[in-house]
Each structure stands twice: as C-alpha cells, then as structure tokens.
C-alpha cells in the first residue's frame, strides 16, 4: 500500500482512507493505493469496502500539476473500472468537495453517501478539459443525459441536497465521512445489497446533442471544452460503455493537446499565485475589525458593501447627513442583489445596513477605525485635503488607503506624517462584485500594511495584485495602450463596430467601444483631457472623434448614445452612424486615406499592443511577474480565461513572431510603437513569459 491510501478491516469491512494533502487529489500514489486496496480487500475475503478522505475532501480531482507531463500507471479511468469491477460492495463516503476525478472514483462505487454540507461536480471543463475517467458515461447513465449535460458543460458545484434529489448520492447522513461510510455499508451488507454498477444501467435517453453543442460554443465565445465535453455524453446514450469509454478518452486528448488548456491551467494556478508574495513571507498583517470607507459614490458604496458582506463594521463618512443617507441607499440596493441570490436574508440586509454600517458626518468619528479607504473625487488636490484630515485624527497604526484608479500615491502619502501606513487599493466598478482588487504599494509602504491589504483582499473575496506605482498601475495604464491602439486603427480604416465584433469573436464579452460606454465616455473624455493639459508627446495622434460625442452629451448606455445607440428598455445596441462623420473629420484634418483592416489584423495588433506595454509594466517593476499582468487583465478588463491573459497568450502565439509585428508597426509608427526591452531581451534569449513566472515564484 501507498501512504498516500491507508488500508484497514473492520470486521467484513475494509476501508480505504485517501490521504494526499491538501485535497486528496489523485496523484499516481493515490491511484496504485486504490488499486493495490481493492485487490487487498478482496484477498482479505472482505464483504464491503469504504471509499473515503482523510482531511478536509474526498478527493477534489486529478492532479491538476501532472498535467501536461507523462501519464503514469495506473490511470484514473482505469482505477475507477477496477472499483466498478469488483463483486465486492463499494461505498464512498463523501464530504467537502468531490470534484472531477473525484466524483469519477465516487461513480465506480456501487452506494455514494454523503454530509450534507459536501459539494460534488465535474469542474474538467473549467481549466480546459473534460471529464476523463468515466464521468460523461457514467453520470448520464445515473441521472439522465439533460442534467448531465447541465453539470458537466457548466463545470458547477452541486450541494448535497441536489445531488441527493439527482440520484447522485443515496443517502446524507451528518458525521464523520469514515464513520458514516462504515455504518452504511454495514447496514447494506445486511440487506444482502448487491454491487450495482453503474456500467450496466442503460444508456440515457439522448437529447438534441447538435443544438446543446452549438449553443454552448457560442456561450462559451470560442471555449471549446464545454461543447466538447458535451459529445462525450452523446457518446453515453449511442454506444455501448467500453466504446463510450475510449470516446471519451480520445475527446479528452484531443482537449488536453489545446492551447486552451495550457491558458486555463494557467489562469488556475496563477489566481493562487499571484497574492503569495516572497517579501511578505512570515509579515503579520494587521488586525482589521472597522473600516472607513470616504465617499458614498458609487466606488464608495461598493467598497463598504463588499466590506459588510465579509462581516467588517463599516463607518461611511460623507459630506452631509443627505449624501450620507444616499450611501446607505445606494449599499442597500448593492446587497439586495445578494438578497436575490440568496446569499443573504432580510434580517441580515438589516443588520448590516443598519447596525454594521455607521455613517458620519465628521471625521472625528473615524479616530478609532483600523482602517480607512478613501473614494472621493479623483483629484489631487482633494485627496490630499482629504489624508491630512485623516492624518490628524487616525489612531497611530490605523491604515490609511486610497481608491484612487491612477493618481500617485507617493504624493499622496507624503501628504501625511505616517507615509509607512499608506498604501492604494483600487477596486474595480462595481467594488463589490469585480474580482480584482490592485494593491499599490508606494515608496514608503510598511511591510505589513501591504500583507494588510492582501489579507483585505483574501477577505473580501478579491484576487489581490500587487502594483507599482505609475500613470494607471497595471491594468489602466495597459488599457491605455490597447485602447489608443483601436483609436489609430479606426484613424486608418476601421471602423469602432468591426473593431469590437474582431475582438469579441476573439472572446471579450465586450469589445473596447461597447465597454467605454458601459463606463461612460466621460471618463476617457477627462483622461485625454488632463493628458493633453500635461502635453502629449510629439507628434503623438490625437483624436476627437470620442470628444466629439461627449461634446454632444452622448457618454454611452448612461444618456443612451455613445458609440451605438441603446433602445430604451433593451438590451440590445445599434451603431451610431454619427460617429463615422467625426471619424471622417478626424481622418481629412490629419490627412489620412483610410484602408481596409481585417478580422486578423485588428486583433493582432491590439495583442501587440496590449502585450508590448505589459511586458514594459513587468520590465519596469510594477507588476512583479508577467502572472501578475495576466490575472489584472482577466479579472478586471474582461479578458478571455481560455486565453490565459495577454502574456500567457503571447507565449502561445510564439514571442518572436510578436515582436516582429511590433517592429513592423514601429517603422510605420516609431511614436506609438516602441518595442519593450523585455521582450526583446526574451526573443533573444529564446525566453518566455512563463519562464519569467517559474523563476519568480
Ligand atoms: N490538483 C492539484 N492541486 C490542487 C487541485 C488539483 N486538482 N485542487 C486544488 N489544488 C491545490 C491548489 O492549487 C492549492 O495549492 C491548494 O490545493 C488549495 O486549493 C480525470 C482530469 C478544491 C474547490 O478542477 O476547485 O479531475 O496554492 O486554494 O479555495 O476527469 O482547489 O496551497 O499550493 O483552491 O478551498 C478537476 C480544482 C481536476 C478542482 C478548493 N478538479 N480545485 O478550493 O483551496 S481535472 C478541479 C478547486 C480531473 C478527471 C479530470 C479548489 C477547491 P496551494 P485552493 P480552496
């Protein structure tokens, strides 16, 4: 027997406890236990074996970090065969999270019990793959092709309860997984229960496998392994189990040789990655029990609402009581969004707008807070009113944070006598619902004030990236580029619609246009206003084809004209034709002759855009890793995940090639292309981005 599966018998009943910290994933060792157990079991002359996890899970799937390396013996689906095979009972007994592989070792079983807070589901679909070991044959076979196809295409979590009402599990039952597992299975073996595998039950009744795949393609804008997956149960209701099997087998190949994979495993671990800091190794955060949240705007409002929701008492200090009391509003229509999903009940809407929230007028009500966060207007001379107010009234040690999206928070901080208990967090809109959360650290930054703002972030659900500070810290300023990068396009041809069908075929939710107005068109209004007020480079081109609408009151969906026009009460948007006319002036008073762009080349551009100045951002310190870069883009502009991020993605296309682009687009335009130094010194070492993660982390 492995260590990674200890063996014992109790009487007529062996069981096999998996012990593979910290999620029992089934790594090789955890697989030849299983196997070499059954065949244990059998020899003992056992009547009943007991399948369970030690720690915090039955097993959460395969062991995602053997990915990509050489299969090793046994294989999963085979190790799932040899428990289904056996004419001894099996029953698993399952809690945490029985995810994948897991699930799959569950369904070799013949009874599956459960606690009634376990979660089990076929997540392969999620990091690029599908399930591989039995998964889309045997659970369809179980619960039918329709629900099947539901868990295995979304890749959800589903609660006991309904997988109980599935037919997933037989039986919930509170206690120990092991204790548990071993009643049931004597109580079975009482009963004279026979093995029921589930190989022998009959193939589902099929559904419309061709619209179920089409439609979940077009879902997933181009994610291949949810409508894939979804063949593999058209395989379970039109073949025999063994020719199912290797259907299945040979569709999960063919999505594990993807680069999609490759991106989505990517996304996996460097979501976990990119809050594990060297330098805060062994750093204490400090305690935070009450947050300041200045400004009840809309940034304010969703700050101090997903801070309530992690169980943080919140002080909201606005200029007036009135304003004061439109905060409060605007969190309390925030949570009622929690409210409608269940994730909160109306006694605790109550509580927490009006017992954890204090609002105040006055800064002396902040003297005893552990924390502020500031979002008041984004403007320097205001946010330095703003720390020196705090500065004399905040207790000693108090954090003092700025939500600022690009200001410099060095001059903020130097505002205050404690520039060590300074630090940026800049959520994203809205604060309470966008994952990604930037901790800026500026110059003089104390340790723990910034393992403090990851721990924040950790509590508040974010995936936390740490920023240097600059114009726009890593996601803004990335933005900037990729954005001018659309504008020069639509000055020598495209036009803002092809632009943004190019790049949501690519996988964006939203192309660059449609998000400025979702965001308001002001915004980027103010942006090349204060840019030009600071002087452009020379020769730098400047267009207002974008002013021109704003000049016009047309910020976007919020006055319901911006670059398309938005019907009232649909959700559906329509070109703007006015905007050709400012694009054509803009084009005649620089003296350009518009050309045709293609599908292709609009995206490959905008990528060496993006990629160029992210690989500046991660050059220049402020991202630490190209990891870091890569989880901002995805978790605050929308990126597609099946693309990795703009840096795993360039490693997928080949850097080289990249770089080429760029220089091509230099000699046309040396102003705006200017090729990072670290991806050059990358091409010329033969070098990767992903090279550059490995040695950082
Ligand atoms: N393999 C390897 N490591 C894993 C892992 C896995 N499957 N799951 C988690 N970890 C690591 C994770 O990187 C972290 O490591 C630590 O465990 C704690 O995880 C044949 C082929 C289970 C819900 O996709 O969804 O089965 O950072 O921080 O928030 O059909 O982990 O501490 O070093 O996420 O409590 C299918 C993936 C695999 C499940 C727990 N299974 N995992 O969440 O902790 S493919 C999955 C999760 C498969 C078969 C196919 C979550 C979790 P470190 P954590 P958590």
Redesign the pocket.
């Known amino acids: 027997m492995t260590d990674a599966v200890h063996y014992e018998k109790l009487g007529d009943i062996a069981v096999l406890a998996i012990d593979n910290p910290?999620?029992n994933?089934?790594g090789q060792a955890v697989r030849q236990g299983l196997k070499e157990g059954m065949s244990q079991a059998e020899a003992d002359g056992a009547k009943a074996v007991v399948i369970y996890g030690e720690g915090r899970?039955f097993p959460?799937?395969?062991?995602?970090?053997e990915f990509g390396k050489p299969p090793m013996e046994p294989h999963?689906p085979d190790v799932c065969a040899r428990i289904e095979a056996s004419p001894l009972l099996v029953v698993a007994a399952v809690h945490g999270?029985a995810?994948?592989?897991?699930l799959?070792v569950a369904l070799g079983a013949d009874y599956r019990i459960a606690v009634p807070a376990a979660r089990v589901g076929?997540?392969?679909v999620?990091?690029g793959?599908m399930?591989?070991?039995g998964?889309t044959q045997r659970l369809p076979r179980l619960i039918g092709a329709e629900s099947a196809v539901d868990i295995i295409a979304s890749g959800r979590q589903v609660g006991a309860q309904e997988a109980l009402e599935l037919g997933i599990f037989d039986r919930l039952e509170e206690g120990a997984p092991r204790e548990i597992g071993l009643a049931y299975a004597s109580e079975l073996v009482e009963q004279g229960a026979a093995p029921r595998p589930i190989r022998e039950m009959p193939n589902p009744v099929p559904i419309d496998f061709d619209a179920a795949y089409e439609a979940t393609l077009k879902k997933g804008r181009g994610q291949l392994s949810p409508a894939v997956a979804i063949r593999g149960v058209q395989a379970a209701c039109e073949l025999p189990f063994d020719d199912g099997m290797k259907r299945e087998r040979d569709l999960f190949w063919e999505l594990m040789e993807t680069d999609q994979r490759q991106a989505l495993i990517h996304a996996?671990?460097g979501e976990?990655a990119v809050s594990k800091l060297p330098e805060l190794e062994g750093v204490a955060p400090r305690e935070i029990a009450h947050v300041a949240v200045i400004g009840g705007g809309t940034m304010g409002a969703g700050i101090a609402t997903a801070a309530l929701l992690s169980g943080l008492d919140v002080t909201l200090l606005e200029m007036n009581a009135e304003a004061a009391e439109a905060a409060r509003e605007r969190i309390t229509s925030n949570l009622s969004g929690a409210l409608k999903r269940g994730k909160i009940d109306e006694a605790k809407l109550a509580h927490l707008t009006e017992t954890a929230l204090t609002l105040a007028t006055d800064y002396d009500a902040l003297a005893q807070v552990d924390m502020v966060i500031e979002a008041v207007f984004e403007d320097m001379s205001v946010k330095k009113q703003v720390f020196e107010k705090l500065d004399a009234t905040c207790k000693a040690g108090a954090i003092l944070a700025t939500n600022t999206s690009y200001l410099d928070v060095n001059e903020i901080a130097a505002s205050t006598s404690r520039p060590e208990d300074v630090i940026g967090l800049h959520f994203f809109s809205p604060a309470h619902v966008m994952k990604l959360l930037e901790v800026v650290v500026a110059d003089k930054t104390a340790p723990d004030v910034v393992a403090t703002g990851f721990a924040l972030g950790k509590r508040l659900g974010k995936v936390s990236v740490r920023a240097g500070v600059c114009d726009g810290f890593i996601g803004n300023r990335i933005l900037a580029v990729y954005r001018a990068a659309a504008d020069n396009m639509i000055l020598d041809g495209a036009s803002p619609f092809q632009i943004d069908a190019a790049l949501e075929d690519f996988g964006f939710a939203m192309g660059p246009f449609a998000v400025a107005d979702l965001a308001g068109l002001d915004i980027g209004w103010a942006v090349r206003k204060r840019k030009r007020e600071e002087g452009l480079p020379a020769n730098a081109r400047d267009p207002h084809f974008a002013d021109r609408l704003c000049e016009a009151g047309h910020f976007g969906q919020k006055t319901g004209k911006g670059f398309y026009v938005y019907e009232k009460g649909s959700r559906g948007r329509k070109p703007n034709e006015e905007v050709l006319e400012h694009i054509a002036a803009d084009r005649e008073a620089m003296g350009i002759t518009p050309r045709e762009f293609s599908d292709e080349e609009i995206v490959r551009r905008y990528m060496a855009a993006m990629v160029n100045e992210a690989a500046m951002v991660v050059g220049e310190g402020i991202a630490r890793r190209p990891l870091d870069v890569d989880m901002t883009l995805l978790y605050g502009y929308g990126f597609p995940r099946h693309q990795g991020g703009p840096l795993k993605w360039a490693d997928l296309q080949g850097l080289s090639g990249l770089l080429d682009d760029i220089k091509h687009y230099a000699a046309e335009d040396p102003v705006f292309w200017k090729p990072a130094p670290l991806l050059e010194e990358l091409v010329a070492e033969g070098r990767t981005f992903d090279d550059l993660n490995k040695e950082e982390t």
Do not use: K, N, Q
């Open positions: 910290p999620v994933a089934l899970s959460a799937g395969a062991d995602i970090r999963l999270t995810l994948g592989g897991g799959e076929l997540p392969e999620l990091i793959v399930p591989g070991a998964g996996f671990f976990r």
